[in-house]
């Protein structure tokens, strides 16, 4: 496979074309790497990867503190070695990301006007005007950049990746939008550049013409006019002219942050056709795309057809930090795929370690003890959703005996119906990998058996897991039991067929997903919302909410918010909006209201006088993340 050639970038030889994307990791108060970090990039070095790339390095703190790790002085460079002699271990290449800062996209201090290009607003408090750079500030910067790639060469750093992408301070000041300045790094096309390019002159000062530089750049920010495609393929032509020995490019901006960082509801490889209309203008020069890349046979043409010289894989290297070796050996159904919630990038943004909702292990790669059982337990699982089988599996993998029970006649729980609209078959690929843990940990697997408390008494097990989810919540209005009247999880699992014009109840994701689902398929769909928009919980990736009301906008699916449902007809429903009540046909009803948790077999099990736990949305309904480290983590102190 192409994937596994070796590729020279520059004088750097890469043993083949898998790359660790770049990615910030929330860091300790010191801004260092710290040990946790070295684990995480060097299990991803160990899994196969040719390069590791560390996420944005701060250069300098003159204008802003730091918002990641930095590399400003000789006392960064002690784990940043560390860093790089672990990489080496595996004959994998270490890359960092440098940074001159983030200007406007400062969150780290919410109270103080940071500094830009220009006097324009902060991304997150549009009132807090930003203070435009000094010319001297601009040029002490550079010079920063450059004391920084030193470090890191010395520190034995193989690769410098300046990061100019995804409109921080860079982009601030290439883009016409943000840059207003009369000096000599503002107005025209090459002056708003000059910082770009005086950069990469220093790194090239300081650690000489023959040390590899990349540049990560935003080609175009797509629904803003921030970058407009052209001057991004402009930039992409001045870079390869320089000459940089690799260009990383992609697209978006915090405004389109689902063309930045990917989604759940992207499709594989979505940065591709961009990369063809970069490789155009570039030549010959390596380039590095990312982009749902984590699935093998997109990544393999795209380099056969020449659209990209090396693959970066981000979210799908957190999910699975032995891609390479597994897709190199054939073993394939065994990579745990990524589902594209996002939670990752989510809760980065709050402060937390880098979590992934399928991978309990990232960033704690030897944090948890995992031992062998130590005596002889039954272990019932109620339930095979996500939490359910990831208990299971962990569970028997241990070595303790599993009996895994499952209403339904399928796996998957609501995890399954969340994956069957076509823009949305990660989380499916998600089940289908659990399912495979589960058989090849010799679980018992009983389909369509919903279980009783007298059917645990007759079980008996020494332990029992309750993962039995939570039912739909049906609104009970006049006409809420007429047969055309139907939930949104016995609709995507095709339990139940609906009309052609059809009422969603319900503006959360899953009315969403649904209705754009049902648009799609020429269904005339209305969703009826109570609150005064759709999406409204706060609770997702901001890059996946972008997304999908991308594709609830051109979906043609109608939305009416502040709107209340009052009866349900057999022709249509009743509803009530600005005080008034009209009536609105439908020949189908489904209710996607959201989920509520019953606990009765919970407390019946416990009172009987069992050892129990519950996990997922028996608990609280919530999100896969809580399943599934839930399950895990209860199975693995067991």
């Known amino acids: 496979m192409k994937l596994f050639e070796e590729l020279k970038v520059g004088n750097l030889t890469l043993k083949n074309r898998v790359v660790l994307a770049p990615m910030g990791n929330t860091t300790d108060t010191s801004n260092s790497f710290n040990t946790r970090d070295i684990n995480y990039f060097e299990e991803r070095a160990k899994g196969g990867c040719g390069l590791i790339m560390t996420g944005a390095v701060q250069a300098s703190e003159l204008f802003e503190p730091a918002a990641c790790q930095k590399l400003t002085g000789n006392k960064d460079v002690y784990m940043l070695h560390t860093l790089a002699e672990r990489v080496h271990f ?228 957190i999910a699975e930090p032995h891609w390479a070796n597994k897709v190199k050996t054939g073993k394939t159904d065994e990579i745990n795929p990524c589902i594209g919630c996002g939670e990752c990038h989510f809760n980065a943004m709050k402060g937390w370690a880098r979590p992934c909702a399928v991978n309990p292990l990232c960033l704690h790669e030897k944090d948890f003890e995992f031992p062998p059982a130590d005596r002889d337990m039954t272990i019932l699982v109620i339930g095979a959703g996500p939490g359910g089988m990831k208990a299971a599996a962990t569970a028997a993998e241990r070595g303790f005996k599993v009996i895994l029970c499952e209403k339904n006649t399928y796996m998957g729980g609501n995890l399954y119906a969340a994956g069957t609209p076509r823009f949305k078959r990660d989380a499916l690929a998600q089940v289908n990998y659990l399912i495979r843990q589960v058989y090849r940990h010799g679980v018992d697997v009983r389909l369509g058996q919903a279980i009783t408390i007298d059917d645990v008494r007759k079980i008996d097990p020494d332990y029992v897991v309750v993962a039995s989810g939570a039912d739909p919540v049906i609104i009970r209005v006049p006409g809420y039991d007429k047969t055309h009247v139907s939930t949104a999880v016995d609709v995507l699992t095709d339990k139940v067929r609906v009309g052609n014009r059809v009422a969603v109840i319900g503006g959360g994701e899953v009315g969403c997903e649904l209705s754009t689902e049902l648009s799609m398929q020429g269904k005339d769909v209305t969703v009826i919302e109570a609150l005064d928009g759709i999406l409204k919980n706060g609770q997702s990736f901001v890059a996946n909410e972008q997304n999908l009301r991308y594709l609830v906008d051109h979906s043609g699916t109608k939305i009416m918010t502040g709107t209340k449902l009052v009866e349900i007809l057999d022709e249509g429903i009743v509803v009530e909006r600005d005080g008034k009540n009209e009536k609105i046909e439908c020949d189908s009803v489904v209710f996607a209201a959201g989920f509520r948790a019953n606990h009765d077999l919970y407390v019946s099990i416990k009172a009987a006088g069992y050892e129990c736990v519950q996990v997922g949305d028996n608990v609280k309904p919530g999100k896969v993340i809580n399943a599934i480290h839930e399950g895990y983590h209860y199975m693995r102190v067991l």
């Not at 030193?150 to 982009?171: F, M, N, P, Q, T």
């Not at 000489?208 to 629904?223: E, F, H, W």
């Not at 032509?237 to 915090?254: C, M, N, Q, W």
């Not at 063809?276 to 020069?285: A, F, W």
């Open 90 to 317: 595996y004959g994998a290449k270490l890359g960092i990301q440098l940074s001159p800062g983030i200007g406007r996209m400062n969150w780290i201090d919410p109270h103080t006007p940071p500094y830009s290009s220009s006097p324009i607003p902060n991304y997150y408090k549009p009132d807090l005007i930003c203070r435009e750079m000094p010319t001297e500030g601009v040029k002490q910067l550079v010079k920063a950049v450059g004391e920084s790639a030193k470090l890191a060469k010395d520190a034995g750093v193989d690769i410098i990746e300046v990061h100019a992408y995804g409109g921080y301070l860079i982009d601030q000041f290439s883009s016409a939008k943000w840059n207003h300045r009369t000096d000599e790094y503002g107005g025209s096309f090459e002056n708003r550049t000059r910082f770009l390019f005086e950069i990469l002159e220093e790194i090239r000062k300081t650690c000489g013409r023959d040390y590899p530089i990349a540049v990560k750049m935003t080609l175009d920010s797509v629904d803003d006019e921030e970058r407009p495609l052209e001057e991004g393929l402009a930039i992409a032509k001045r870079l390869a002219e320089f000459p940089v020995d690799l260009i990383h490019i992609g697209r978006g901006s915090y405004s389109c942050r689902w063309r930045m960082v990917s989604s759940v509801y992207q499709p594989k490889g979505f940065d591709l056709e961009a990369a063809r209309m970069v490789r155009d203008v570039i030549g010959d020069v390596p380039l590095m795309a990312h982009g749902k890349l984590n699935h093998a046979d997109v990544s393999e043409a795209a380099l056969e057809n020449g659209d990209v010289d090396l693959i970066a894989i981000g979210h799908g290297m």
